[in-house]
């Protein structure tokens, strides 16, 4: 994982019997406060696993649709003049799905109690931990960055008090503490997932986006649902990769692969210019499919099976040339900001 109090909470969690999925729960909402410069519980969440009774690799796609009170004229409204919807404020908030997603998951292959998993997490955040140096970094610098934009944001006092309190966002081996995340993830535990989407929690988060002039309600929140997906697949060189497909970038991975796999790359030395040059490439290509094709495949036409077809990667390897940079402009470049995380685990199973 990316912090190693979530790896000491995934390991406590299969060592008292837990299943992978019991594990990478823990961890996901312990990274909610660990890491909270990249996830958390307003986020979404994906996975992939392998199910042992149907032996095949499965998933599911834990994103959340826009409020039903948020129209597209009103979303164009609030775009940037590059047309890009800005990175902060209502407007491009979500019906969280992580919290579903850690339950649907749970239902399906928990071993232990779901309380079991969640209560050492908020007992977690109700004691602190100390800040380690690249969170410290990020805080700071997502702070200045909420700063700057703090025109467009319809609410700021929450962040400060929550992550700089004194004025100042902690500092390098300073205790950081979230009880109020501590106490949500309790009533999570203790009443399951409708305690987020149908409760005091979706209670909560309809009356401030009342407050604030938003448009999330308790009804966006009740009628999210997990969805379980089929992955999909590629083979590089003898080896099946899989990957979710569209919402999500998982098949640009595919993409990335499968054009690599047209090269000699280890021909070319492992970490050679060469090499380095090659992958790069690939993935400039990938990306630019990305922003071209992707997005919600219910009301969108992805090509997937061409994206992800071996011709395909042939004609974008084409493109590739060994002595230079490809100079062709590349349409749709996504915004830079925005980050996530990510994290394996492993059962005997």
Not at 185 to 207: N, S, T, V
Request: glycine share 10%; hydrophobic share 40%.
């Amino acid at each position: 994982t990316a912090h190693p109090r979530a790896t000491l909470i995934g390991i406590d969690t299969l060592r008292r019997g837990g299943s992978a999925v019991d594990a990478a729960i823990a961890i996901n909402a312990a990274l909610g406060f660990l890491e909270p410069v990249a996830n958390g519980i307003g986020g979404d969440a994906f996975c992939m696993l392998w199910d042992p009774a149907q032996r095949k690799v499965v998933g599911f796609n834990g994103s959340g649709n826009s409020p039903l009170g948020l129209s597209l004229q009103t979303a164009r409204s609030k775009a940037r003049p590059n047309g890009h919807l800005p990175s902060y404020g209502a407007v491009t908030v979500n019906v969280p799905g992580t919290v579903d997603a850690w339950w649907s998951a749970h239902q399906r292959y928990g071993k232990l109690p779901w309380k079991d998993v969640l209560l050492p997490v908020a007992e977690l955040c109700e004691e602190g931990v100390p800040v380690p140096q690249v969170i410290a970094y990020y805080l700071e610098r997502n702070m200045a960055g909420f700063d700057r934009s703090a025109a467009i944001i319809e609410e700021n006092d929450n962040r400060k008090r929550v992550y700089a309190p004194g004025g100042a966002t902690p500092k390098v081996g300073q205790m950081f503490a979230n009880p109020d995340l501590g106490r949500t993830l309790r009533l999570i535990a203790e009443h399951g997932r409708d305690a987020f989407y149908d409760g005091p929690i979706a209670d909560a988060i309809e009356g401030y986006f009342r407050r604030i002039g938003g448009w999330m309600t308790r009804a966006d929140l009740a009628a999210h649902r997990t969805e379980w997906v089929e992955p999909i697949r590629t083979n590089y060189r003898g080896v099946d990769v899989y990957g979710l497909g569209p919402n999500t970038q998982g098949l640009s991975t595919n993409q990335i692969l499968n054009v690599c796999e047209q090269f000699d790359l280890k021909g070319m030395g492992f970490q050679s210019a060469a090499s380095i040059h090659h992958q790069a490439e690939a993935k400039r290509l990938a990306f630019e499919d990305r922003a071209r094709w992707f997005a919600d495949d219910r009301f969108s036409r992805t090509p997937v099976e061409w994206l992800n077809s071996k011709d395909y990667a042939r004609q974008r390897a084409a493109l590739i040339r060994p002595d230079r940079v490809m100079d062709r402009a590349f349409p749709g470049d996504a915004p830079t900001q925005g980050d996530t995380t990510y994290f394996s685990v492993a059962d005997k199973d």
